[in-house]
Structures are given as structure tokens and as C-alpha cells.
């Protein structure tokens, strides 16, 4: 059976063993850590969600591959309609889960290495496309959650990776045998690396001639021997500690970075080697892609701060005031634009030669380039929305207090009809929405950097065609 | 034969004999007054591109109400790939002409009065429906120019029409027998009404019990007896009295008011006269369709003020700079999202029960409050590239005078390669694009204000909804 | 002698005894508690600055109510250089101290208050003015800290004071007798009050007949009988329980709710008592004051974040490039203006009858405006230039680590001649700049919220006046 | 007398013959031409308003070179005070005007000139410091209007000047004997340049060891021989050769094109001629000085469209609305902030070595940046709020036209209480305000380009004093 229930899901945690390392600590059992449960518990939504009726119709499809119904998480983009599908699968999951679930990085990998595994297969008569067919035939019989490996560390940036002082700012190959590679190097914000059982390495950037060492990509467990993860720390981990004050009571997310230190992959789970034209295009791929994936999963928690801002609006007893409708529009309209413009580039597919379909790269970029710059300030419209009580609410541990929490339960209450504690409740998520660092650092960061988003449209849009529309209607003969 | 070509087009204007005033003058032959003909050779282009082999595709399409093909500009949005095709059609038409085509305005009436006709039949027992399949069914095969008159002159826009001291400020119905009625009024910024061969006449509100008498629909000819068509001054236009300094040396736009000095309207042509309830929903339908039409129209001029500037850089010297490339980007983001959230609108529209589909209403109005918003500073990035020339360049009659003209010829040279007479046939271009009064108050004021927008965007958003959603993260249980 | 050193002001602080709770524990003493000290340390600077060379110059004048040399933090506006000294004094400590050092809301209050309570005698013939006087000898001469208590818990916040269910969530007078009053109710957002020796206790809206209890205004020690002090939870201070990752290793902001539990204020603290009428120009003066100030210490804590995002170019390997560039001088476009409207407010302040000198509305809620809205952007910017570091780095404990550590020092250096550990630094700072709560919300709700803002500006812009401009210039006719 | 009456500013003009071409045609009289005529008649209110008890504080001032009272626009800067009359002054007629006076441009110049002309004379001992002084003395003893000529044409922009093809791209010395020298060239966007009684000419642009013929600066009578004046075509120039639908009745702006066909320039009119190291400085403080200016005017010009569009409310019967009020607030918050910064950088001025006082460099260029980049958004508000007539209003003469006259005062009333007339005024000087491309073009390139004062603003702003404090407040220690 290709589709795993959440139970599923955690009990095949239980035979992975990573290395983990968690605020200074080694970690034996990270699934149970407090820090990384809440993601999980966003990992296991893909799964329940899979068997609702309603989540089903998003989250499932009929794979061409091993003729079952899998997950579409796990699954080549066959058509326009599967790219469609996947924007109001990511959407209709974050308005579930306010955060992260992860699994969108490893399907847009797994996309984006197909694409070039099969040109260059066509180029060098190397045999990637059939390996990644295998890997991925395992990965939908199992159902399993993929990371994918993209940022280096990178070290002094206006340095190519073989100019770096230190080779190993950029992960690479260090040694080669007959059954397979030895790589090195460090992957950093890698989105949810503790929830997923295997993680697909993709180089993070254009290679050339001097740098084929470094234009390789693999799949491998993510508890190998010699990959270790390292939690980084986000703004509001000590409340997780805690447990309390959460904000979102059962989701969160984490980026961990991931250290491979000399880890051996088998060639079957070698996807390219040395054959650094295809670096660039992979990457490529994967970030328009991912850009692609942010347009449906953050326009769909765009729709829950702006329903945590209505909410606010109406707990603080003005529920129908004009400049706060003002704002609202202009929190919907951001986040209808972001994700209008994920729609359109997925109706704007085009075929590849492998058969997979890639978005249109200027629509798809256009998205993120909203999400990076716009939607910040729909978080700050939020928290205008709001009020100042964003940012300071005594703690649940006052409210608990015998001596002021009956004070604090009387002079915190809001309009009529709703309890203090709701109301308290509600702030702490917008406090969450707004300053969880992973979240928000993830909207201008995530699937590369907003600067990227420029050139790729720029390359993309084909200005010299828009200039001789404009040389004709002004009378400009061309030669 | 269901499709015109131009020639045809201008052969069936000779029939019409409108009554015309332009700039104080009354008008005999306006179709060959050179302020009506630039939009004339716009409206030309719809047909002569229909019968071009790349034009006919996004131009042309089957119609199964006279089971022939048609033009687009007179057909129904029977599914969502017609309204995709409508948004694909109207951006190539943009492109080439870089100003109003006009169709769109009567192709929206026809199917926002579609959709209502239907609906006022089913409630009422009228036959609205049927007189408007038979109207169209003429329109059809002659192929005719539709031009929509939606906005009255409003008067005090605090007040409703019934309000107003003069109760003509909205059209509306004066007397009635049994041919016909009797109709008073004004509609304003008549997009192209001498083009036309036919108006297609819609409330400009909703309407209520007390105002039974403004909620009228009807079909009327453009040179019917009692209609007047005051041409309105804009910002350039005494460049086409002389035909020097057009910058768009073919194409422009003109808007007239249309005054209605008791017209007669027989019933046969008459589709809606009195259900009050049913001019609401017509005109807010007719709001979302041409605000949909506006992402394509306005993306495809996008697509000319991005060529014009590129190409002002190129010309200047600077064709490769970095602050250049990063505005143009912008520029594209803007225009993008125009035209991606118009495609993402279409995508996700819904039958009516008329069988006519109805876009998004959020993502189409989402579109314009970008037209509406962000078109006004693509304008200014487009002057910002094109530098301080956009001004006051001297005028061709300046290049024209012997003493002179050799003098200009040498000073306003850019860059190598550059006749000095294409660089200005540029900046005039810019100038044209920038500062056209109609097109630059159409991009704000087209298809209704930008408040109309949001409140729009606000009524259909489904907040409730997204309040659902936070609550239930942040764990407030609801009743 | 009327200036304190910061080693006398911590030890004045000794013989306050306020009543606190932090994180639900009651503390004795505060002042010592980890997430009371860095505050502290913010308001000593402000005492060990007015010592040195060039602090003095910005920080001390002599004060004419006292003829001695005094902290600018407790003087009268005497003229707009004051004001202007003001700014410039707020913007030299943030650049210092990158966040709050709180004394200006006491500072402000106590003009604010100045002024009201001199109309107010002038009307009533009450001696609030003489007063006031001699409450700020006393704090001259011992160069006082005053927190001022503005901010009401609200409750359903479209309701008037007296319309609340609870009569309590506005502060009010709930007994009086000839020796004083006796308050009750509850301040919250009381930026640093444990860091205070006094408060200044103002009204926080206007306030009518049917509600003169509620318009009141007294000053009272910080540790009077009946004060609470509940440290309000931020989204870093786990951090500084930690002493690890504080990112700004010196400096932090807090702001406690504090609740008047029945608190007795003798007369002559009192300075206003039901005049209801002066309640609304109170805050109203105290608003605008307070925006006034924003604009200097936003503006340095401006410079605070521009240098750390040209740092974190720097360190990242990318020093100088031209996008990285446009985008610094776009946060420099942003603080300038809020620095600038400030500076052109204190030019073209206006003396009140009282003496005091009032600035300009118009300019000082405009500088607040672009604080409300762009400051956030130019947060966003900052994260934006320095990365995706800035969402996760692992912990110092994992630096710490001997497993991990040498890693940790290897993958996250950046350009050669910076020291991972500096890198690492300037990246927690940047977050702290980020996302401390307490710094970000106070942005746009410091000094009110940007609607406040909003409307004092339109009804202090004379728009009427604008209207004659206009009219005048279209050769319109007024009677 | 030092101050000219209007009435002897245009009896001063009939002594000047300048060599004048519009649209065309050579003109004799171009004083009395009606292209010229609105533009004299702004620059006359500079003399009258002189007069004037409240435009005498404004505009006039003891010059300590002559001992007298004169025009402040012939003025040094000789202390803060001056530069924050200048910012009063300019606000304070284009209040009355609502378009360009010119005069700024000239006492930009004489101070930006001055500075460096002395610097110049402290390192060559060259006497230009001199030559300026006599020359200003007799521009303040007939108050003279001056224009200042500084863009040049500039060819290829990539290209320095003596790199161009065509050497003459940029104005430069072509022969020199004992009594002159002899320049040629030419000078764009040449601000009212007929109004003028002599031109002073500045170099555009660094220059450098190659190009010290480029280096030349001078004053020239605006008829002397060898200067023409080529007028540049606007968008709106018809309606004032027709003399209706003016829009302002009674101001407009025009930028002629000044070619010096081989001028010859004695040499107690030459400033600069080789010396190339302060060609720079010296266009760099003009730009500066002019950024200043523009603070001023275009924030009276702002006060204007704030007016004319709650005009248009009112007009239109909506005087109280609350989405049009945040308009206007928006609207005035840009103003505001380009008079504020601008008022800002007066006072932060510093004495340079010439005693001319230079205005802060970041604050007056962000200034202009405002101005750059949202006073375009100013406009587009009004025209938000004016509503679609600004488009196309039917032509005066349709008005006096007996058998539509009568309609269009029916149907294109407003409000009670307001005639037609008035209302169609008011949307006339709306489209003037949003389409005069000679105004609306000076908003974003006047002064320079908004690249230009982008780099101003990195160089001025002393990044590394920020980044110090940045890393301080991390604890990074530097060495």
C-alpha cells in the first residue's frame, strides 16, 4: 500500500537513528524531543489529511509510475493539472497547519533532478534517469518524507566554491570507488531534516569546467553514517521547552543544518557526477519550482493571519471599522496575488523532454517576489490590526498565579461573549505568526533570495520581444 | 459569414449617420474625423488580426449559439478555457496596438447581462434571455461592435438616483407603450462609442423598490435618434489635429459622453426594465468581468512600457546597468501580476446557472487593485529609465525648419547606430504612454474606482472562514 | 547636585521596593532579576553618557525652574532648541544602546501634563501648575527616572469608559477624602516601570461629563502600595535567563502591565481631577511629544540596523555591490525621513501659553507615520541583505560542544579576516533587531497607533486652507 | 533699488532679444508669445509677492555684499537661517502658483558656483571668486532673473565627454584669446530660460585631466549672440495657443533646449575654465542646493493637489468620507515628508570655506527622493479621488456650443451648490496637475536623476560610523 496513515508515519521514525544535536546536546531519540515533535506533528497532517475525504481529493493521486494511487508529495508533475493540484494541496495544508509541513522541498527536488538526470542521460548516455526512477518507486511504495539538500554553507560569497580558502564550503565529492562516492560539506536551513527518512542532495548552484567535484546529487538515509544535525536555534524555541505560550498549539517548524562528514553513497543513489552543466539547471529547476510551492503553502497562511487579524479586530470589540476592512483587503489582496500568480504559472506549464512539466519561471518568481517583500508587511498590517498587545502578554505562568492571575483575567478581557483566555490565546498565535524567525526569514529567504527572483525573471520575460512591440508603435522601421 | 474583415468593418460604419460633437463642432462624418480615426484603426486591428493565422487563435471561436465561428469580442464565456483564451487575447491585442481596442467593454455587458437575464426569467416569468439570444444572434453574424454604456453622470454621489434634485443624473426610463420605452439620461467615458455599431445599456448601481424606473437594460444603435456623443478633450490630442508628435503613430483612444435625449428603445431590445433587484448584480457582474479584461488588456500595455523603457536605455547608451535591470524587473512583477491573477481568475470561475461562466471574483479584483495601484508607478519607472527627454523635446516641426533642424539633429543624437529621429520617435512613445490622459484614468478609474475593488475583494473573501482557521491553531474552541 | 552618576542611580534603586512578577514568581528583588538588568543598564547609560565629553553636550542643560545644570530627561521644552536638542539626544543613545532606554516617556509626560495644567488653573483657578512645579524640583534635584503610565487596558474598545461592563478598564478615581485620591485600574505597555522611581500617571482618551472620574492625572513612586508590576513576555527573553545568544549582549527592552489595586495618591501629586475637559489635549500633547521622540530614537536605532546589514555584506563576502547598495539607501531614505520630520517639527514648534513649547503635529505624526509603516520595511531589508542566517543558528551551547563545535567554526565562516564567532554575533544581533517583540510592536503601536496618527495629522493639516489654493489657481470664484 | 516691481520686470525684458524658435516657427517677440506668456507671469509674482506684507517676510533679505534688501533668489546662503527662509519661500509661492517660478534654479547656482570658485581661487589663485562677487553685485542691484544652465545633452551616457563621437555632446571651450573665451554646446530642460535675464552655466558632470576643455563655467546674457532657444513641446501646450481649458489660468512652466552656437564669453563672466577637479563639487552642490529647492516648491505644489482633490470630493458630494480622508492623509504624509527633510537639512547645515552654507547632504537628497519616487503617488491619489472625469471632460467650446452647451451644464453637475463651471474648473487644473509632463517629468528627474541621489546618499551617509555601532552593540570587538 503506497499511502501511510500518521501512525504509520511515526512508527517507521522508530527505525531511524539520526544524529542529532539539539542546544548543545546530543539527542538519542530526537522524534520525541520536544523541539522537533511539533513539526512532526505538521508531517503526520499529510498523512492524515490523505485519508479525509475532503484532504484526499488534494493530497492523492494515481502515480503513472508504479500505477497506484501515492501521495502527490511524492510524485512527478505530469501535467498542468498536477501542477494546479499541487498549489491547492500546499494551500489547503499550511491553512491547517499555520507553518511548515515540509514535505514540498523533497517533491520539488525529485522534480527538478528528473528534468536533468534525463537530459543528461540524453547528452553522455549515463543511466541517472533510470536510478531516480528506482529511488522514486521505493519512496511512493513507502511513502516516505524526502528533504532536500540545496544550501551550502558557502563561506566568503563572491567566491566561486573552488576559489574558497576551504574546499569544503561547498559540499562535494572527496573520493570515489567502484561501489560508490564519499561527500563532504554542510547544508544549511535544511526544513525539517529530523521529520523526513531520506534527503535528495542538489547543488545549490551554477558549476563550471573547475568545479566538477562539487556537481553532484544523491539521494541518501537520513540517518547515514556521518550526517549529523544540527537544531538551529529560532525566537520562540524556549516556549516549546516549556510548554506553554505556544501561540500554535501544535505545529512549529525547524531548520536544521546538516553536516555530512565523509558520508559514503552507493552509485545506485548517484544522480550526477561531474557533469556540472546540468548544476546550474538543476537548481534552477528546483528554485522555480519551490517558488512555485511557497505561492500555494503561503497563501494559505497569508489566510490565517489574516483571519487571526479579524479575529483580534473582533475580540478587541471592533469588528466592522472601516481602515480596519482597509487593511484586511490589503492583506487579502497580497496574498491573492501570491497566490494568483503560483495558479497562472501552472496553467503556463510546459512540457519537458522527460515528460515533466515546469511552471512558467516569470509567473512563479513573480509569486515570490511578492511573498518576499509584500508579505511582510501583511504580517505587520496584522499586528497593526491587532494592537499593542502583541507584544507583551504576561505569561500563562501569571495567569496561573494565584495572586494576579484573577487580576489578569479581569483587566485583559476584551469585548463581551469572548473568555480572557481566548482572547490571550489569540494574541500568543499572532505573536507566533509574526516572530518566529524560521516562518518569517522563510518568506524573504526560502527558495532562494529575492535577488535571485529579479534575475530569473529578467532572464525570463523576454524583453527584446516587448522592445519591438514598442519600436512598431512608434514608427521605428527595424532593420 | 460571421467574420469581418476591416475593410468590411469600415464599409459598415458608411450605414451609420451617429450624431457627433467634437471640440464644439458638430460632426457630419466623425468616422473620418482625425480624433475618431486612431481608435477606428484599433478597432480595425480586432478584425484584420482574426484573420491572421497567429491572431485567429487567440481571436476566433466557435459559438453554439449559431454554430459558426465568431469572434470572441460577441461570444459567450461557455467554460473556463474561453475566459483563459478571452484574457490571452486581449494581451495580444495590447501588444500590438499599445492603447484601447474597445471590444471588451461590450463582449462583458453581453455576458454580465447574460447571466442576469437568466436569472430575472427563472424568478419573474420574463423573457429577457430569449430577446438577448436573439440580439446576440445578429450581433454574431454581422459581427458588430458592441459598445457597453455603464456610468452615469451621478451628480451628488451621496445621493441615490431617486435622490438627486435633477432625476436624470441616472439614466432611466421616462415614458412606456406598447412598443416600447422612452429612455433620459447620460452615460459617461463611452470608450470608443463612435467606433461602435450598437450600445449595450446597464444600470451603473444597484438599485432599489424606490428607483424601478433606473433599473433598465437594453440594446440600442449607436446613431439612434436622440443619442448625442460629445467627444471629451484629453491631454494630447491636438498632436492628431495635426498629425505631428502622435508618439503612437496609429493607434489611440477617445471616450465620449453619451447623452440619451428620450430615446426610444422598442421591447424587442429591452433586457431588463424594473426587477430593481437584478441591476445590482448585473453591474457588479459586468465590474468583475471587465476588471478580468483589464488583466489582460493592461498586462499587454505593461508589455509596451517595459519594451519603450529597455528600449529609451538602450538608446541612451546605458543598455546593461544594473539599477536599469532592477527596475525593469519590477516593471515586469507588476505587470505579471496584473496578468497572472486575471489567468488564476479565470481558472477558477464557476458556471451560472445561465451556463455563463463568472471568474473569481477575489483574484480579478485582486488584479485591478494592482492595475489600479501599482500601473502608475510602472509609468514612472518607464520615465525614470527614459530620463528627463520625456518632457520637452522639441517638436517635429522644429526638426522640419532648415535653421534648426540640423542643430537638433546633432544634439539630440544617443547612442551610436541611433537615427536621432527614432530616438524621438521613442520619447514621443513614452510621452504618449505616459501622459494620455484616457488610458493613464482608465488604468485607475476603468471598470470602477479602486474602492470598488476592495469592497468587492472584502464581500466575497470569505473572512469567517479564515477566522476559523486561526482560532482553531491558536486552540480556541468554538460553540 | 541635580546629575546622577549610573552607579548612583543603581544604588537609589536600592530603597525601592516595587511588587513584580516574572514569568508567574513573585521577585523581591527586581532589580537584579535577569530580565529587569539589561534595561537597567539601557536607563544607566543614560546617566554615565551625561558625564562624559560629548554625551554631556547632548544629554544636560541647565534647567531655569531650578537654576542648576540637569538632565534634559526631566526639562521643560523652553524653546525649540530644546527640542531639537531632544532629538538629536534620543537619536546619539539608540545608535548607542539599540534599543530603549525609556526615560523620554517621562520626559514627555511631564510637558504634556505641564501644559494642561496650566490652561486648566488659568480656567478653574485650580493650582495643578504649582504642583506640578514642585514635583519636578524634586525630580531635577534627584534626577529622577518617571515612567509614564498613559496606556488603559481598554476592554471592548468601541465602548467609552463609562459603558464598559467593567468600570475598571479605564483608570478612575474610586475615592477621594482631603488628604487624596484612591485609584484603580490598570496600565499596561509600561515600558521599563522597574526600572523607575516614578510614574506619571496621564489619561489615555478623551474623556466627557459622564465620565470625570476617569480624568485624572497624578504622579506616584514606583513601588506606592498597590502597584503591581507584571513583566509582560517577549518573544527572546529566554535568552538572557540563558545569558547565551542575547544578540545585543548588553541591552533590552521590557514593558510590564502595571494594576493600581486601590492606590492612595495624596493631593499634592495629583494634577488633574475631573476637568474632563483637558483629559483628550493631555494625551493629545503627550501623543505628539512622543512621536516627536520616536523620530530621534528611531532614527538611531536606524543607524543601528543599517550598519549591521552593511556588516553581515561585509562579512557574507559581498561588500560592495550594487543591489546590496541600493537597498542601503533605501533604509537610509526610510530613517532619514523619520529623522527629518522630527528635526522640521522642533523648527517649527510654537509656545504655549504655559511656557512650554509645543512641535509642529503635522511633522511629528508624519515622522511617526513612516516609523508605523516603513521602519518594518527597512527590518525587512536588513534580513533581506544578510541572509538566511538569520532564521536558525545553532545555539553557543553548540559551539561549546567539543563534538560539534570545530564543525559548527569550520561550515560558518564567512569572508577571510572575520572570525566565526564574530559572524555569528552580528547575526544573533541582527535577530534580536528582527524579532524582539517588545522593539518591533512598539514601531507601530509606540506613541499611539498609526490610525491616531493618521487623524492628527488631517486635523491639523488645514486642508481647507489647501482647498483655496486650489480653487484660486482653476480662477474658481469664492464668496 | 534693489527690488524690481513686476511691471519693471517685463519693461526689463523688452531690452532682451533672445533668438528664440517655438514649435517651429522663430519668434521676435517670445515675451509676449502665449507659450511663454504663463511662465512670465509666475515669475512676475516673485516681484510682486516682494511687495506683499506677507510675501516680503518670505522673499526678501539684507544682502551684506550690496548693504541693501534684496530678492532672496539672489542671495548667498550665509547662514541656517537663509536655507530655512529659502525652503519657506519656495512653499510659500508655489502655493500661489502651483507650477515652477524658476527663479531657484539661478540662486542654486550663485551658491554652488560660489563655493567652489573660491576654493578654486585658495589653490590656483585664480580671482574667479571675484568675477562672481561683481557679477553678483549686479544682478542684486537690478534683481535679475538668472537661469542656470547645467544639463547637457550628454550623447552616448555611458561615454565620458571627450569620448563621445561627437565632442560637442557637452558644452566645452572651442577657442579662447585675451578678452574670452569661445563655447559651444548644448543645454537641455533649460527651466523658463526666455523668462530670464542671463544664464549662469555649469558643468553637468565630473571631469577629469582629458576633458578640462568641458570644465567651464560662466554667465552669459540669455541674448547674447550665438545662444538659441528652442522651445519643447508639452503635453497640454494647445490649450494655451487656444486660450481655453487651461486648467491653471494663469501659470504654466516651459524648459526650453539652449544651443550655444560658438557663444563668445569675456572673461570677467568666466568661474571655472580648466581647472577640472571642481567641476565636479560644483554641479554636486548645485544638485544639492537644488534637491533643497524642490523640498520647498514641490511641497507648496503638493499643498495644491492635496487641495484640489479634497476639492473634488466636496464637488462631487462626498466631502466626509472615510477612505477619502486616508487618501488625503497619505497625500499630505509624502508632502510632508519632502518639506520636512528638506526644512531638516537647513538646519543641519555647515559653514563651507567661501562662508556659503552647504545644507546636509543625506537629508535634502532624501528629500528628493520622496519627491522622486512618491509624489507620483500623490498624484495618482488625487486622481483616485477626483474620480474618472479627470479623463476626458468635454471641451470649453462644447460648452459654449447653444445645442450641447445646455446638456453638459445639466448632466455634469455635482453637488448642490456648485455650478458646473466651477466643477469642470476644478477637474481642468486636476489634469493640468497630473498631466503637465514638464511638471510631472521635473518631479522625477529635476535635480538630477533619483540614481544621482540615491548616490549621494551612500556617500554622504558615513556607513562605517554605522556599522561600528552595530558591532559593538554584538560584542565584536574591533581591533
Known amino acids: 500500500m503506497a499511502l501511510k496513515t500518521a501512525e504509520q508515519y511515526y512508527q517507521s521514525l522508530k527505525n531511524l537513528h539520526p544524529t542529532a544535536y539539539i542546544l548543545g546536546q546530543k539527542v538519542e531519540n530526537s522524534h520525541d524531543h520536544p523541539l522537533i515533535k511539533h513539526m512532526l506533528a505538521g508531517v503526520a497532517q499529510t498523512y492524515t489529511l490523505a485519508q479525509d475525504l475532503e484532504g484526499k481529493k488534494c493530497l492523492v493521486a494515481k502515480s503513472e509510475l508504479i500505477a497506484e494511487e501515492v501521495s502527490r508529495f511524492v510524485k512527478f508533475y505530469e501535467n498542468p493539472d498536477d501542477l494546479l493540484a499541487k498549489v491547492r494541496m500546499l494551500k489547503f495544508l499550511t491553512q491547517r ?132 544535525h544540527i537544531y538551529g536555534r529560532g525566537t520562540l524555541e524556549a516556549r516549546a521547552l516549556d510548554d506553554v505560550d505556544l501561540g500554535n498549539v501544535e505545529y512549529s517548524k525547524f531548520a536544521p543544518m546538516v553536516i555530512f562528514k565523509d558520508v559514503f553513497v552507493p552509485w545506485d543513489q548517484v544522480f550526477l557526477c561531474g557533469e556540472y552543466e546540468f548544476a546550474g539547471p538543476m537548481v534552477r529547476n528546483f528554485g522555480t519550482f519551490h517558488r512555485h510551492s511557497h505561492g500555494g503553502c503561503k497563501s494559505g497562511v497569508g489566510d490565517v493571519l489574516i483571519g487571526a487579524a479579524a479575529t483580534a479586530a473582533e475580540y478587541n470589540g471592533l469588528p466592522n471599522v472601516s481602515h480596519i476592512n482597509a487593511k484586511l483587503a490589503e492583506m487579502i489582496k497580497t496574498c491573492e496575488a501570491i497566490y494568483g500568480c503560483s495558479i497562472a504559472s501552472s496553467v503556463e506549464a510546459r512540457q519537458t523532454e522527460s515528460g515533466i512539466y515546469m511552471v512558467d519561471p516569470v509567473l512563479s518568481n513573480t509569486s515570490k517576489l511578492y511573498e518576499g517583500k509584500e508579505l511582510h508587511e501583511v504580517v505587520r498590517l496584522m499586528i497593526e490590526i491587532a494592537g499593542g498587545m502583541v507584544a507583551d502578554v504576561p505569561s500563562d505562568k501569571d495567569f496561573q498565579n494565584p495572586e494576579i492571575g484573577p487580576l489578569l483575567q479581569k483587566y485583559l478581557k476584551g469585548v463581551e461573549g469572548v473568555s480572557t483566555e481566548d482572547r490571550v490565546r489569540l494574541f500568543r498565535l499572532i505573536e507566533k505568526l509574526a516572530f518566529e524567525s524560521r516562518d518569517i526569514v522563510s518568506n524573504i529567504h526560502g527558495a532562494g533570495s529575492p535577488e535571485t527572483h529579479k534575475m530569473t525573471v529578467l532572464r525570463n520575460a523576454d524583453i527584446e520581444s516587448k522592445k519591438k512591440l514598442a519600436k512598431k508603435l512608434a514608427g521605428i522601421k527595424e532593420e
Open 97 to 228: 497547519i499555520g507553518t511548515c509541513f515540509m514535505r514540498c522541498t523533497g517533491m520539488d527536488a525529485i522534480n527538478a533532478v528528473g528534468i536533468e538526470a534525463f537530459n543528461c542521460d540524453k547528452k553522455y548516455g549515463t543511466n541517472y534517469w533510470d536510478r531516480l526512477l528506482a529511488f522514486l518507486k521505493h519512496v511512493q511504495k513507502n511513502d516516505l518524507v524526502i528533504f532536500s539538500g540545496v544550501t551550502d554553507v558557502k563561506g566568503d560569497r563572491s567566491l566561486r566554491p573552488s576559489q574558497q580558502k576551504d574546499p569544503d564550503m561547498y559540499l562535494c565529492v572527496v573520493d570515489r570507488n567502484n561501489s560508490g562516492i564519499v561527500v563532504r560539506g554542510a547544508k544549511i536551513h535544511q526544513t525539517g531534516s529530523l521529520c523526513a527518512h531520506w534527503g535528495l542532495i542538489v547543488p545549490a548552484r551554477e558549476m563550471h569546467e573547475g568545479s566538477k567535484d562539487y556537481a553532484v546529487c544523491f539521494a541518501v538515509p537520513a540517518d547515514a553514517e556521518g550526517i549529523i
